[in-house]
């Protein structure tokens, strides 16, 4: 089993940045590749970011290309999500994910984390 803990939400203005951290404990983090997926109110839970088991291959939803970074540090069993230049509409509870295949778009990923509230004020 393996357990995924986020941190780093909070209200932040327009403009701002902000990381989320996830640390992963219960398997071998190497085993699996990792993502965040967020969910806003009223609206279907979407992929934001993910990164393959040795953090050479990643991936973004066109919305946030060119303003986060996904990364992973496997000396501390966590995965990053950096986000800069960050807008209203990135308003959602960002959960982080583990699975042992790709997480991209179409992914279904079997391990999730509780989430975290990132509020983006305009």
């Known amino acids: 089993q393996v357990q995924l803990a986020e941190s780093g939400g909070g209200l932040v203005q327009a403009g701002d940045s902000l990381r989320l951290s996830c640390a992963v404990s219960?398997?071998?983090?190497?085993?699996?590749?990792m993502g965040w997926f967020r969910q806003a109110p009223r609206k279907e839970r979407e992929f934001v970011a993910g990164?393959?088991?040795?953090?050479?291959?990643?991936y973004y939803t066109d919305s946030v290309k060119d303003r986060f970074t996904i990364s992973r540090d496997g000396a501390k069993n966590t995965v990053y999500l950096q986000m800069n230049s960050l807008k209203p509409e990135d308003t959602a509870v960002y959960s982080c994910?583990?699975?042992?295949?790709?997480?991209?778009?179409?992914?279904?990923?079997?391990?999730w984390g509780q989430g975290t509230q990132v509020t983006v004020s305009s």
């Open positions: 219960g398997r071998t983090f190497s085993d699996y590749a």
């Open positions: 990164i393959s088991r040795s953090g050479g291959n990643t």
């Open positions: 994910v583990a699975d042992r295949q790709r997480v991209d778009t179409n992914s279904r990923p079997s391990y």
